[in-house]
């Protein structure tokens, strides 16, 4: 069974770019969750759909949203990246009350 | 609001030595209680979970018991190897509603030769 799959593994831009991260959950999952891991720092949490509808947001500005596709994929968009969104986007997928699985990340570098 | 305190890190200790790792958690119910363990440039994996009190929660020599009376969720190893070099963080999920996960701030473990 494939595991919650994040692309691209690694991705590079500048101040003021947009940046679109991918998470595909495990199959069967309709939970999607994000979290912003900088260097050094725990676990942010960012973003959580289900269903196709945002359940909760963590304390990041607007610049930061996404959305969950009927088929339960997400995106990440980050707008007008700030050197300070350097870091490890964790996508991780859940069924109902159960635990988290997560992929590999995705590693933002804003030069 | 519902929290996950973890012993303050880094953790340095020597191959075949005893590890703990402190987790304590506030929760206005009754979470399901997890260990987390993430390697060098790699996501998060689920180590070991625990769904109601006195459960123990068990895997690669890992363990933690749910103590509801003292809030807690420590984790232990009787001998640890340098492949357990990473970090690890507790987290709690409540079950009565759809909440979001709530991580510790995670410790990080380093075991020498």
């Known amino acids: 069974e494939a595991g919650v799959t994040q692309s691209p593994t690694h991705l590079i831009k500048t101040r003021g770019q947009q940046a679109t991260l991918r998470c595909s959950p495990i199959s069967g999952h309709t939970s999607v969750y994000w979290y912003q891991q900088a260097l050094g720092l725990g676990l942010q949490f960012l973003l959580w759909y289900d269903e196709g509808e945002e359940r909760n947001r963590g304390n990041f500005p607007p610049r930061f949203s996404g959305r969950q596709f009927p088929n339960y994929s997400s995106e990440l968009n980050v707008n007008a990246l700030e050197l300070e969104d350097s870091a490890l986007y964790l996508c991780a997928s859940s069924f109902g009350f159960g635990e988290l699985f997560f992929g590999e990340g995705s590693r933002l570098t804003v030069l | ?113």
């Open chain 2, 1 to 113: 609001g519902d929290s996950v305190t973890q012993m303050e890190g880094p953790v340095t200790l020597s191959e075949e030595a005893f590890l703990t790792i402190n987790c304590t958690y506030t929760a206005t119910g009754y979470p399901s209680l997890f260990w987390y363990v993430q390697y060098p440039g790699e996501g998060l994996q689920l180590l070991l979970k625990a769904t109601k009190a006195d459960d123990k929660g068990s895997n690669k020599g890992f363990e933690a018991t749910y103590r509801k009376e003292t809030t807690s969720f420590h984790l232990e190893k009787g001998s640890v190897q340098v492949s357990d070099s990473a970090v690890y963080f507790c987290a709690l999920k409540m079950k009565t509603s759809y909440d979001k996960v709530i991580f510790g701030p995670g410790t990080s473990l380093s075991v020498i030769p």
